[in-house]
């Protein structure tokens, strides 16, 4: 996805120069671009994305879910901006012509022992104003034939749609509004952060500068937090690995199938999804990847996964969730295995119905007691905000906690 216009802002004594600066092309960061010139029309609004395209890693590799809320801790900020972002996604996606679905998922209790975690899911979503209710086995049947369960939540609230369609459309207006989109930006640096003047962000393209910088980068939100603060908290990536259920097994599954979860885990388990495009998936699995970027298994970049493995809370983390994580790794190493896992919940699925999928990575942040930050997580130095963690919902919340950003920050014009 090429950004729509490249032009950058007249030259200030050498140096381009905007009101404020965005680093990240995912859809985050196009979403603080997209209200901040929503809200202050006439400002200088640059966005520096490392990448030639858009949205490739997070926001184009996930499984395109549209998020119901029901899972976040109330009062939580996932669960007020998932709520509010869900709304403001399906306006957007309706207003500029944009595939979406509400197709609603159930929730699936295969054994006793997950009853009693499944009602505390719907007592969480009623709480976060989530419309949802619990079915028994024979209305299960009725929404998915093929599903095996006991009890299930349906939540009618949740949906399927394509996030790189999203972010193609953010683009195009932030460039209509006068907003700048520059690729191939890769932030090495920032100077003079605290000072009056502004930011300088330094990247490999050039030098650019700025009265405020928001820092949306993903899976490098931490590196780039270091550069203007003390980070209190490191990214550790997850790889997290799917099949692609071929056409002929496609009746086994209408829309969205998902197990009870384990609350102690940030990671729903494998699960069963309809895409947007008709196509069908399965998984993820949660390993670690050896390298922020690395999708393959195969894949390695020795000096971040060194770094990953230096870091004593990913070792804290180890020995407190080794049981779980054995079982992640055995199921990336054996289909077999994997397949097991889905059949819990629909059991006719066999291995020869699958194919392999793209991997994507999630962020996520541990504190250095081995603490997982399982919230949305911003903070602000000098006339920097950064945007630590943003793990799902964030693609769904996107569009509101681009509007608090906007919101928030001091208007550059009036400075």
């Given at each position: 996805m090429q950004p729509v216009n490249t032009h950058i802002f007249p030259l200030d004594k050498g140096m381009e120069h905007a009101n404020v600066i965005i680093v990240g092309g995912g859809i985050v960061g196009l979403s603080c671009a997209y209200n901040l010139l929503k809200e202050k029309p006439g400002l200088k609004v640059l966005l520096l994305e490392k990448e030639e395209s858009l949205a490739l890693h997070q926001t184009g590799r996930n499984s395109g879910v549209l998020h119901s809320g029901i899972y976040y801790k109330p009062g939580s900020l996932k669960a007020v901006n998932c709520r509010e972002g869900?709304?403001?996604?399906?306006?957007?996606?309706?207003?500029?012509?944009?595939?979406?679905?509400?197709?609603?998922?159930?929730?699936?209790?295969?054994?006793?022992?997950?009853?009693?975690?499944?009602?505390?899911?719907?007592?969480?979503?009623?709480?976060?104003?989530?419309?949802?209710?619990?079915?028994?086995?024979?209305?299960?049947?009725?929404?998915?034939?093929?599903?095996?369960?006991?009890?299930a939540i349906h939540v009618p609230e949740a949906g399927i749609i394509n996030y790189r369609q999203v972010c193609q459309r953010l683009a195009e207006i932030i460039t209509g509004w006068g907003g700048q989109v520059k690729t191939g930006a890769k932030v090495t640096g920032l100077v003079n952060r605290k000072l009056p003047e502004g930011v300088i962000a330094e990247t490999n393209a050039g030098s650019f500068k700025a009265d405020y910088l928001i820092n949306c980068a993903g899976l490098y939100s931490d590196k780039v937090t270091a550069m203007s603060q003390k980070r209190e908290m490191r990214i550790v990536p997850f790889r997290g690995e799917y099949y692609e259920i071929k056409p002929e097994a496609h009746h086994l599954c209408k829309n969205l199938i998902?197990?009870?979860?384990?609350?102690?885990?940030?990671?729903?388990?494998?699960?069963?999804?309809?895409?947007?495009?008709?196509?069908?998936?399965?998984?993820?699995?949660?390993?670690?990847?050896?390298?922020?970027?690395?999708?393959?298994?195969?894949?390695?970049?020795?000096?971040?996964?060194?770094?990953?493995?230096?870091?004593?809370?990913?070792?804290?983390?180890?020995?407190?969730?080794?049981?779980?994580?054995?079982?992640?790794?055995?199921?990336?190493?054996?289909?077999?295995?994997?397949?097991?896992?889905?059949?819990?919940?629909?059991?006719?699925?066999?291995?020869?119905?699958?194919?392999?999928?793209?991997?994507?990575?999630?962020?996520?942040?541990?504190?250095?007691?081995?603490?997982?930050?399982?919230?949305?997580?911003?903070?602000?130095?000098?006339?920097?905000?950064?945007?630590?963690?943003?793990?799902?919902?964030?693609?769904?919340?996107?569009?509101?906690?681009?509007?608090?950003?906007?919101?928030?920050?001091?208007?550059?014009?009036?400075?």
């Open positions: 869900r709304k403001a996604m399906e306006h957007f996606c309706a207003q500029e012509g944009i595939d979406y679905d509400i197709c609603g998922k159930v929730i699936v209790a295969t054994e006793p022992k997950e009853i009693p975690r499944l009602e505390a899911i719907y007592e969480r979503g009623q709480a976060n104003g989530v419309k949802c209710e619990i079915i028994g086995a024979e209305r299960l049947r009725e929404m998915e034939p093929h599903c095996n369960g006991l009890k998902y197990p009870v979860p384990d609350p102690a885990f940030p990671f729903l388990g494998v699960h069963f999804t309809r895409m947007i495009d008709g196509s069908f998936e399965c998984g993820p699995n949660a390993v670690l990847a050896f390298g922020r970027e690395c999708y393959q298994k195969t894949d390695v970049n020795l000096p971040e996964l060194l770094d990953a493995l230096a870091y004593p809370a990913l070792w804290k983390v180890g020995c407190k969730y080794w049981r779980i994580g054995v079982g992640e790794i055995w199921r990336s190493l054996s289909k077999r295995a994997f397949v097991k896992a889905l059949q819990r919940l629909v059991p006719d699925i066999r291995a020869e119905h699958l194919e392999t999928a793209p991997a994507g990575i999630r962020a996520q942040a541990l504190f250095p007691n081995g603490k997982l930050l399982d919230d949305f997580f911003i903070q602000s130095s000098g006339r920097v905000i950064n945007v630590c963690n943003a793990p799902s919902p964030a693609a769904t919340a996107a569009l509101n906690v681009g509007r608090l950003i906007a919101g928030n920050l001091p208007n550059p014009l009036e400075d």
